[in-house]
């Protein structure tokens, strides 16, 4: 549920439906000629009649997820060379969902990430219930997602830049913010101020997670407090926006970066365009949840391709923290 009172799912554009991997097995007839096993003696054998059932046959001979079809351009995609373009599509530059740590792996250089409270997890302190139990949410989502909540925290090296990083994963809950990502996100802020870290944090985010009710809400005012000191400290932060991005962390921490970037044609907004026409009873514009729109209407200051992310971090992390390297400790700057 949102802020607006709304389940998640109607609160989110129709639109974003495309964001989601659509993972297709190719079953054209023939099938892909390398794709296919050897041919073994008694298949080759004209004399041996084709068994009933053998296109059943044929179709188990290609592993399951290997194509994936762009929502887009509909171009059918081998998923390892989505998976090594950084899952942005080859034709159309379409961004499909990426997990955090692929992401973090993306960014950071090669072992010097060093998560946080890795094993912070959720307790069902309302006791939710209701076609499933919060618990058991939480535990169905542990083993679909890898993950033990929706957000990774830790201190990583991006260049010659020490900074402390969190990154949001779609996977666990749509992304929702409960009180182990505003703890976990609370905690990495404090301890990039102590140690003087730039603090970069990667959101993408249905909203606060229901099933903590008001621990959720909570989560706003004090990631925001965490970022209030960061900054008192004159150290830089840097908030991305990545499709969707909606809701109590849009409210939140995603929108009070020193430097608001996003991903090409993120969805990004408070609530549903549906909720906001149905309130202000006015037409809205056309695209207005875009990252596209939002740039040219001032929210965000800069588009950048998941594949210049990690170059452009470096440059305005050159730039932003240039007072420190001359000497000056960031409170004096
Ligand atoms: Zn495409």
New binding site residues.
């Given amino acids: 549920m949102n802020l607006a009172g709304q389940p998640r799912t109607s609160s989110l554009p129709l639109t974003m439906a495309t964001t989601f991997l659509s993972k297709k097995t190719v079953v054209t007839d023939p099938p892909e000629p390398a794709l296919n096993l050897p041919p073994t003696a008694h298949q080759t054998s004209f004399l041996k009649k084709p068994k009933l059932g053998s296109a059943k046959k044929r179709k188990r001979d290609i592993p399951e997820g290997l194509w994936i079809k ?1 929502p ?2 509909e ?1 059918m995609i081998f998923d390892k060379e989505l998976d090594e373009n950084l899952k942005v ?1 080859l ?2 530059n ?1 961004h499909f969902s990426i997990g955090a740590r692929e992401r973090i792996h993306s960014l950071v250089e090669t072992c010097t990430f060093e998560e946080m409270d890795a094993q912070m997890i959720s307790v069902d302190m309302l006791g939710f219930t209701g076609a499933a139990s919060y618990k058991d949410k939480l535990i169905a989502n542990w083993k679909k997602s890898n993950l033990k909540d929706a957000v990774i925290t830790g201190i990583g090296q991006i260049g010659t830049h020490r900074v402390g990083l969190g990154v949001m994963d779609f996977a666990f809950l749509g992304g929702s913010m409960g009180s182990v990502v505003g703890e976990k996100l609370s905690r990495l802020i404090e301890r990039s101020t102590e140690k003087n870290l730039p603090v970069i944090i990667i959101s993408t985010s249905g909203g606060a997670r229901m099933y903590e009710g008001m621990f959720s809400l909570m989560q706003m005012a004090k990631t925001c407090a965490a970022l209030a000191y960061h900054a008192k400290a004159k150290l830089p932060y840097i908030s991305i926006l990545t499709n969707p991005d909606y809701a109590g962390v849009m409210a939140s921490y995603a929108s009070v970066g020193d430097l608001i970037l996003a991903e090409p044609a993120a969805l990004i907004g408070f609530a549903g365009p549906r909720v906001i026409k149905d309130t202000t009873q006015a037409e809205l514009p056309p695209g207005f949840q875009t990252a596209e729109f939002l740039v040219d209407h001032g929210l965000i200051d800069a588009i950048v391709p998941r594949k210049e992310m990690k170059a452009r971090l470096i440059g305005y992390l050159d730039f932003l923290t240039v007072r420190q390297k001359n000497g000056k400790t960031p409170a004096a700057a």
């Fill in positions: 762009c887009k351009c171009t599509c034709k159309c379409h």
